[in-house]
Antibody, heavy 119, light 112 residues
Framework: QITLKESGPTLVKPTQTLTLTCTFSGFSVSTMGMGVGWIRQPPGQALEWLAVIYWDDDKRYSPSLKSRLTITKDTSKNQVVLTMTNLDPVDTATYYC???????????WGQGILVTVSS | DVVMTQSPLSLPVALGQPASISCRSSQSLAFSDGNTHLTWFLQRPGQSPRRLIHKVSNRDSGVPDRFSGSGSDTDFTLEISRVEPEDVGTYYCMQSTHWPLTFGGGTKVEIK
């Protein structure tokens, strides 16, 4: 059974760096075809893909946020980490991680973590 | 970026009645692997999205057969044959043929 869970700070000050961790079970991100993605959703708004990392360390980023995002994986800990720099109040959102298997995106999602950016 | 346009924004439906949601993409979603990577999600209030259908018409495990997906190229539809109370929420389409992946703006289904 595949599960994912996001963790990290729920309140961040403007200009600070956000580090979110996705801890998962039921698959290995070192297995061919596997990957993890990050998605966010501002309150009352639609979903937005942020970044994806694959088993072979291939990484894809949202072009509009690429300069601020870094995605990494730790296969020994079954974790994927997303770092976002220079936070702004518009980055306030629920952040989700999701499982990827080959070209199948989002068959399993974490519960999400609400991150508020405020001074 | 591929723009995904959903309609309607809001869809009031009586219980037991059918519902239909449209999703249009600004580019063809046909991929070189022969698949069309169009996915539908349902997000119930206060919950994470749940995948319903992938590759246009493939229902995920446990998804009731009252849900069906169809379409091709740039024009796609999600249909619910008979709306049940648990179908209330916001439906999103998503394309994964082109990077970056993009979602539609969502269609909120409510009971009339």
């Amino acid at each position: 059974q595949i599960t994912l869970k996001e963790s990290g700070p729920t309140l961040v000050k403007p200009t600070q760096t956000l580090t979110l961790t996705c801890t998962f079970s039921g698959f290995s991100v070192s297995t061919m075809g596997m990957g993890v993605g990050w998605i966010r959703q501002p309150p009352g708004q639609a979903l937005e893909w942020l970044a994806v990392i694959y088993w072979d360390d291939d990484k894809r980023y949202s072009p509009s946020l690429k300069s601020r995002l870094t995605i990494t994986k730790d296969t020994s800990k079954n974790q994927v980490v997303l770092t976002m720099t220079n936070l702004d109040p518009v980055d306030t959102a629920t952040y989700y991680c999701a499982h990827i298997a080959y070209s199948n995106f989002g068959d399993y999602w974490g519960q999400g973590i609400l991150v508020t950016v405020s001074s | 970026d591929v723009v995904m346009t959903q309609s309607p924004l809001s869809l009031p439906v009586a219980l037991g009645q059918p519902a239909s949601i449209s999703c249009r993409s600004s580019q063809s979603l046909a991929f070189s692997d022969g698949n069309t990577h169009l996915t539908w999600f349902l997000q119930r209030p206060g919950q994470s999205p749940r995948r319903l259908i992938h590759k246009v018409s493939n229902r995920d495990s446990g998804v009731p057969d009252r849900f069906s997906g169809s379409g091709s190229d740039t024009d796609f539809t999600l249909e619910i044959s008979r709306v049940e109370p648990e179908d209330v929420g916001t439906y999103y389409c998503m394309q994964s043929t082109h990077w970056p992946l993009t979602f539609g703006g969502g269609t909120k289904v409510e009971i009339k």
